[in-house]
């Protein structure tokens, strides 16, 4: 079916796989149509997200011992989650065990780590700008960049320059600026966890 992915930020495409592949009325399924009334973005864990999900189960009040993950196995069968030992294995999906579902994981572990951007080579409208890209985070950096705009604390909905992939030290050319401006600039970098920007740098142009 391809519902596959087993890292952290993998369950909620794992789920839709499943949804659109699967006629069936299964967990996935289930947790696809679940709503508590305000909000119906629910997932099903992938096998990595249910690790995570086992360190709270004492906050939120999970006593059951077996959790369904969307992460497949092979073709009749999926990732089960142990409660009681942490341990994943393989189960044949016409068993009937619970799943649980969420709309979220939080997992700094996962977030790349970006230092503050520097400003050089500042000539009116244009100016050169560098980072280093620390830690991927749990995956791979897809895509980073700088972003810029005239207010604190700009975002990727802002101006962008896209300075291709994965860690290291990175630098590119922000052009079309108007002189004797003031500008914010930030350093991005997005992996399957989330979107990380960092501290801001602000220079005059």
Excluded at 52 to 61: D, H, L, V
Aim: hydrophobic share 35%; aromatic share 10%.
């Amino acid at each position: 079916m391809g519902a596959t992915g087993q890292d952290i930020g993998s369950g909620r495409n794992n789920t839709q796989t499943i949804v659109l592949n699967c006629s069936e009325s299964g967990a996935a399924k289930k947790t696809d149509e679940y709503t508590d009334g305000f909000y119906t973005d629910w997932f099903l864990v992938s096998s990595k997200e249910a690790l995570e999900f086992r360190k709270y189960r004492a906050q939120i009040s999970y006593v059951r011992n077996y959790l369904w993950t969307s992460t497949e196995y092979s073709s009749d069968g999926a990732y089960t989650l142990r409660m009681d030992n942490s341990s994943l294995s393989n189960y044949g999906k016409i068993n009937s065990l619970n799943f649980r579902p969420i709309r979220a994981i939080k997992y700094n572990k996962g977030i790349p780590t970006i230092n503050i951007p520097s400003i050089s080579n500042v000539t009116g409208n244009e100016a050169t700008v560098s980072a280093d890209i620390t830690s991927q985070g749990a995956s791979s950096v897809a895509e980073r960049g700088f972003v810029w705009g005239l207010n604190p604390n700009p975002t990727i909905n802002n101006s962008k320059l896209v300075v291709g992939s994965g860690s290291g030290e990175f630098s590119g050319q922000i052009t079309g600026l108007n002189s004797i401006t003031k500008y914010y600039v930030r350093a991005y970098a997005i992996n399957n966890i989330m979107v990380q920007i960092s501290i801001q740098e602000e220079a005059l142009f």
